[in-house]
């Protein structure tokens, strides 16, 4: 075999290696989102979109964001690419970096937890001070629900350790199905305690689902053969280098902080169901984004990480690029069709029990605000993971301190003559700016990608033109022809999204996108029927 065959067959061993791991991500993702979907049905035709749900979704959100400070900004920008590391070099050293990693974790969760039980007053606060001129019993409200989802800090935040530890081990399957499992939590039990505890069912089934998910991280760890033992050693040099990767980071996530701390107090403060419409329209435009971006990202950040160690820029650039047109070839027509059938899918997937039409209406102008933010957003998770790779984490950090302060700025502004809408605005420009940042720094760090990356962002950006026009033209002809119903609903998001989807794939492969092929080719190789 010819340098030039090997070359190419390595090109696309690699290709169908990240498909593949980008795959099973996307299902777990895809498993976890349907799932996501279902638990914020559920909690629309319990609560609807009323201040008590504002009230939790300000006290889910202290979990979140702390679990985003100590492990999620963590994951991909130091704990990966350093495990990924000491997983080359072998068994001995990787088990005593995971136990030294672990035992540290419990100890600085524990007292955590602690803390957080006693300064939830002043986090509500600072969160939800708002309330006081709208509601005031929903600030205690507030400060009950963060004392009952403290624990869940504790659950989520052990769970990344141990999910850093399986994708070092480009293990990830059960991380995939894990995250989808947390959402049963509510959707098992907000049913079911709802009328004997109301909106404190919400807490106990986000609390069953975080441990769920741990539970099944700690098991598929021992599964690996790695083994857990108690050995705190602040001294490891793995632990320095986390640390020194993490810092920027934690210094950008600080900023973050401020960020979502102004949002949730600016909106508790424009309306009592501003939070709750805002979260509505999030979930939807978010689906794409954990789908497909964040799915692909996390496949190729190993990959990413092993090329620039093995000092192979050209692989390297090859796997970025790949990782760019595909996020970008998939979460174009989610927001189209998210854009021209916002409504009818909100109907479908909220509106009933105790959310109205008023609802439906609010979360559908949001909604379209946010998309634009999405298209930016989605090329900008590969972007920060191809720096991460490299174990340079202070240049996405610095420019998402720029970033917040975009935000700040737009929200200020915009917050008193637009309302909740003007924070929606906000975080749009913030997502655009700190896109458009990343990508100029891109070039000047790593380098132009291949010319055919431009011609393929081309291609799909035309294919999705068209997918627009057929599927406008798909709703015009039915608007008036089908009931003002769910089922007519149904029936135009399928009609006309599918006509749509199906310019869109048409055009693709006449083209042949590589991308769009491989993909196809990965999925009939996974088909029941092919094996046979």
Do not use: C
Not at 169 to 190: D, E, H, Y
Not at 268 to 293: D, K
């Amino acid at each position: 075999m010819t340098d030039s065959n090997e070359a190419t067959e390595t090109n696309l061993s690699a290709r169908r290696g990240l498909a593949r791991s980008a795959g099973v991500l996307a299902v777990g993702s895809l498993v976890s989102r349907v799932l996501g979907l279902i638990r914020e049905m559920v909690i629309a035709a319990l609560f609807g979109a009323t201040g008590q749900v504002s009230a939790f979704r300000v006290a889910a959100q202290v979990p979140t964001l702390l679990y985003d400070f100590l492990v999620g900004g963590m994951l991909s920008a130091a704990l990966v690419p350093v495990l990924s590391d000491y997983a080359q070099r072998g068994r001995r050293e990787f088990v005593q970096v995971v136990g030294a990693l672990v035992s540290l974790f419990i100890v600085l969760l524990t007292a955590l937890v602690i803390g957080l039980e006693l300064a939830a007053p002043l986090l509500a606060n600072l969160l939800a001070g708002g309330f006081r001129t709208s509601d005031p019993t929903l600030l205690d409200l507030t400060v009950q629900l963060i004392r009952w989802l403290a624990p869940a800090v504790w659950f989520l935040s052990m769970a990344g350790v141990l999910m850093a530890v399986l994708y070092a081990l480009q293990r990830f399957t059960v991380p995939a199905m894990a995250t989808a499992v947390f959402n049963l939590g509510i959707v098992v039990a907000a049913p079911l305690l709802a009328p004997f505890i109301g909106i404190f069912s919400l807490a106990v089934g986000l609390l069953l689902g975080s441990l769920t998910q741990l539970t099944l991280m700690f098991f598929d760890v021992r599964r690996a053969g790695v083994p857990f033992s108690w050995r705190i050693n602040l001294r490891h040099p793995a632990l320095r280098r986390i640390l020194w990767l993490y810092l920027p980071i934690a210094a950008g996530l600080v900023v973050s902080l401020f960020q979502v701390g102004l949002d949730r107090r600016l909106a508790s403060a424009t309306g009592e169901q501003s939070i709750a419409w805002m979260a509505n329209a999030t979930t939807l435009q978010q689906m794409p984004l954990g789908l497909i971006s964040v799915a692909i990202s996390l496949a190729a950040l190993p990959r990413l990480s092993q090329h620039f160690a093995a000092g192979d820029d050209v692989a390297y650039r090859q796997t970025l690029a790949r990782g760019l047109r595909m996020v970008w070839m998939l979460v174009l027509p989610a927001g189209v069709l998210l854009w021209l059938l916002g409504a009818p899918i909100t109907r479908l997937l909220f509106e009933r029990g105790a959310f109205t039409a008023v609802d439906t209406e609010q979360v559908v102008l949001a909604l379209n605000i946010y998309l634009l933010g999405m298209l930016f957003a989605a090329i900008d998770f590969p972007l920060n993971f191809a720096f991460y790779a490299r174990f340079n984490t202070w240049l996405p950090a610095l420019v998402g301190v720029i970033s917040v302060a975009i935000y700040v700025t737009v929200a200020l502004l915009l917050v008193e003559p637009l309302g909740f809408l003007g924070l929606v605005w906000a975080d749009t420009a913030k997502q655009a700016g700190h896109a458009a940042i990343m990508v100029l720094l891109l070039w000047r760090v790593v380098g132009r990608l291949r010319a055919d990356t431009l011609r393929g962002f081309a291609t799909i950006v035309l294919a999705g033109g068209a997918m627009a026009a057929v599927t406008f033209s798909a709703i015009a002809l039915l608007a008036d022809q089908l009931p003002a119903n769910t089922p007519g609903a149904l029936a135009l998001v399928i009609v006309a999204g599918g006509f749509g989807l199906l310019a869109y794939t048409a055009i693709l492969f006449a083209v042949r996108l590589p991308e769009a092929t491989m993909l196809a080719t990965t999925v009939r190789a996974r088909l029941p029927l092919r094996r046979k």
